[in-house]
């Protein structure tokens, strides 16, 4: 089988989902490859820059879309979108810290997240504030996904409403309201 940029990321996200970004090594993906390391770099410069391939991944499915018009206003459009993001990134093991990097590196790959954005400058907001915006409400919900994924890995015995919806009702609100 050749090696191609979609075989390398398919496989770091399957490291991920299955050993967690700690194992999520340019040594380890290479030996799940059977490839040398160095071959790796053709098809991504370094680890960040897969790091933001395997957000783009995890992120640009159908199931995130959220169509504005398919809601009585872009507040409701919003919150959905921040719930879908919040459920689909709960399972992934150290999924936030994935997409942190991916959104630090200004990736315009990753299809919700601008979506966020338009979804924001939709409500009203110009388009620095929408910027702002989209940080405060991606923050919540890696924030939250983060905090519950840590209760998991600790095994503490925590209700399942953790205040996220609330937390993103309210930033939401906040926002545009």
Same mark, same amino acid.
């Given at each position: 089988?050749?090696?191609?940029?979609?075989?390398?990321?398919? $496989?770091?996200?399957?490291?991920?989902?299955?050993?967690?970004?700690?194992?999520?090594?340019?040594?380890?993906?290479?030996?799940?490859?059977?490839?040398?390391?160095?071959?790796?770099?053709?098809?991504?410069?370094?680890?960040?820059?897969?790091?933001?391939?395997?957000?783009?991944?995890?992120?640009?499915?159908?199931?995130?879309?959220?169509?504005?018009?398919?809601?009585?206003?872009?507040?409701?459009? +919003?919150?959905?979108?921040?719930?879908?993001?919040?459920?689909?990134? !709960?399972?992934?093991?150290?999924?936030?810290?994935? +997409?942190?990097?991916? $959104?630090?590196?200004?990736? $315009?790959?990753?299809?919700?997240?601008?979506?966020?954005?338009?979804?924001?400058?939709?409500?009203?907001?110009?388009?620095?504030?929408?910027?702002? =915006?989209?940080?405060? +409400?991606?923050?919540?919900?890696? =924030?939250?996904?983060?905090?519950?994924?840590?209760?998991?890995?600790?095994?503490?015995?925590?209700?399942?409403?953790?205040?996220?919806?609330?937390?993103?009702?309210?930033?939401?609100?906040? !926002? +545009?309201?």
């Amino acid at each position: 089988m050749a090696l191609t940029q979609l075989t390398v990321v398919d $496989t770091a996200v399957g490291i991920l989902q299955q050993f967690g970004l700690a194992d999520l090594s340019m040594r380890r993906l290479a030996k799940e490859l059977d490839v040398q390391v160095g071959a790796l770099y053709w098809h991504v410069k370094n680890k960040q820059e897969l790091l933001a391939q395997v957000a783009a991944q995890l992120l640009n499915t159908p199931a995130l879309s959220v169509a504005a018009a398919d809601f009585a206003s872009p507040a409701e459009a +919003i919150l959905q979108l921040g719930r879908k993001l919040y459920l689909a990134l !709960l399972p992934i093991q150290d999924s936030p810290e994935v +997409i942190e990097v991916a $959104t630090a590196m200004q990736a $315009t790959e990753l299809q919700p997240v601008l979506q966020l954005r338009a979804l924001l400058e939709a409500a009203g907001l110009a388009a620095e504030n929408a910027r702002y =915006g989209q940080q405060l +409400i991606l923050n919540h919900v890696l =924030g939250s996904v983060a905090y519950r994924q840590n209760l998991v890995q600790l095994d503490v015995d925590a209700p399942l409403a953790d205040g996220f919806d609330w937390g993103l009702q309210r930033a939401v609100a906040g !926002l +545009i309201g």
